[in-house]
Each structure stands twice: as structure tokens, then as C-alpha cells.
């Protein structure tokens, strides 16, 4: 089942003849169903740790566990393939195209592969209802709200049945009330489809919607609480 590990991950960049420490022997486990947050300042190593996981950039030591799968153990084709159909990427901003509707918005990859089936436009829908955007599938990005737009990101998200599901300051554009409202969303979504996810954020109001708390500072990752 979904789930993610990390067993003393550390990231070094060398610079010369010094060696930069960005990330110092992280370790956490995500389950199935829960919502881990990770708080801390700019610069701390949220982001580094994030792309990690996402399979986005290599950690210099450590073990890093996905699905059951060593990430490390990966060449770059492999790693390309379990980035699209194991991981889901929730951003800052929706990162919605611009010219394509609600709806092709979600089944992109399956056209592009030459293979959106009924089914798949189904399983589109269906989320799309289920995240209150059942009026909006012929939409385009200039005709929603930001926490409409954003919300389409997180169908996005979901649409590939990924493992996981990993969210970068996913309310930084949003005003609180949008905001509280996606975090609401993002921890239905993962407890009800049993993913595992991990969500960076500045903000603490988000907080009681996630499972597990996570610091972060100078590369050093502290379980601050459980929630539940």
C-alpha cells in the first residue's frame, strides 16, 4: 500500500572545497491515509526534502522508500516513469494550462499517450464532482476562482491513482477561508483513497487537518506532534 520512508536522508552539495549540508539524516514515515506536514523557515530544507521524495533531484546518502520501492535504486528512465504514475504533485499555484478546459485539464497525460478512454473521462468526473466542480468541466482557467483554479490542481493530482501525494505550499495564493478549504479537501481525499502524503507549508492554521507535524530547521527534521 501507498505509503513513505525515509531512513537517514542527507543531501550535500560541494561548493569548491567546502561541502554544504542542506538536509541532515531525515527520517519519517508516512502511511497510508495521513497527512504529514512539514513546517519550518525559508532555507530550512523543506523544499530539498520534497523534491527528494518526488524523485526530483537524488539525496547524497540514506534511503528513500516509495510504494514499497528504493527510489535510489532507479535509473533516470525509471525514475521519469515513477515520477508520472506514482506521484502526485500539488504546487504553489494551480499551474493550470491556460487554453485547455476543466476536463482536459485532468486526462492531458492519457491524450498525449494516445489512450483517454470513457472510463477515464469518467473517473475524471467523478472527482471533479467530488471536489464540487461538477458545473465547471467545460470551464477554463480565466473563468474560476483561485480556489476553484486550485482545486482543479488537486483533481489533477488524484486523476493518475498516484501512491502519494506531495503538496507545496498548496494556500500560499489562496485568502484563509479558500485555504482552509483546500487543506480540507487534500486530507478528505487522502484518507478516503488511502494515499500518503506530505504537505510543506507556512501555515500553521493548516495544521490540525494533518496526522503528523514535522520541523525543520537547518536541515534537521524534529517530530513536533502527532494531531490524532
Do not use: W
Request: with cysteine.
Amino acid at each position: 500500500m501507498s505509503s513513505i520512508q525515509l531512513h537517514q536522508v542527507t543531501k550535500q552539495y560541494t561548493e569548491g572545497t567546502s561541502t554544504l549540508t542542506v538536509l541532515k539524516e531525515a527520517s519519517l514515515k508516512v502511511n497510508p491515509g495521513e497527512l504529514a506536514a512539514i513546517v519550518g523557515p525559508s532555507g530550512s530544507g523543506k523544499s530539498t526534502l520534497l523534491s527528494i521524495i518526488g524523485t526530483l533531484m537524488k539525496s547524497t546518502s540514506g534511503k528513500v522508500i516509495v510504494n514499497g520501492k528504493d527510489v535510489g535504486l532507479l535509473n533516470e528512465e525509471q525514475l521519469a516513469k515513477f515520477r508520472l504514475n506514482e506521484i502526485g504533485f500539488i504546487l504553489q499555484s494551480s499551474n493550470l494550462i491556460p487554453y485547455l478546459s476543466v476536463m482536459d485539464q485532468l486526462i492531458l497525460i492519457k491524450v498525449m499517450a494516445g489512450k483517454a478512454s470513457h472510463v477515464d473521462r469518467q473517473l475524471a468526473k467523478k472527482i471533479l464532482n467530488e471536489l464540487g466542480l461538477g458545473d465547471k468541466i467545460n470551464k477554463m482557467p480565466n473563468e474560476l476562482s483561485g480556489g476553484e483554479r486550485q482545486r482543479v490542481a488537486i483533481a489533477r493530482a488524484f486523476f493518475n491513482q498516484p501512491s502519494v501525494i506531495l503538496a507545496d505550499e498548496p494556500t500560499a495564493s489562496l485568502d484563509s477561508e479558500r485555504a482552509h478549504e483546500v487543506v480540507q479537501l487534500i486530507a478528505g481525499e487522502v484518507k478516503k483513497r488511502k494515499k500518503a502524503a506530505i504537505m510543506v507549508t507556512h501555515d500553521e492554521r493548516m495544521l490540525a487537518y494533518c496526522d503528523h507535524v514535522y520541523h525543520m530547521e537547518d536541515g534537521k527534521l524534529i517530530v513536533n506532534n502527532v494531531m490524532n
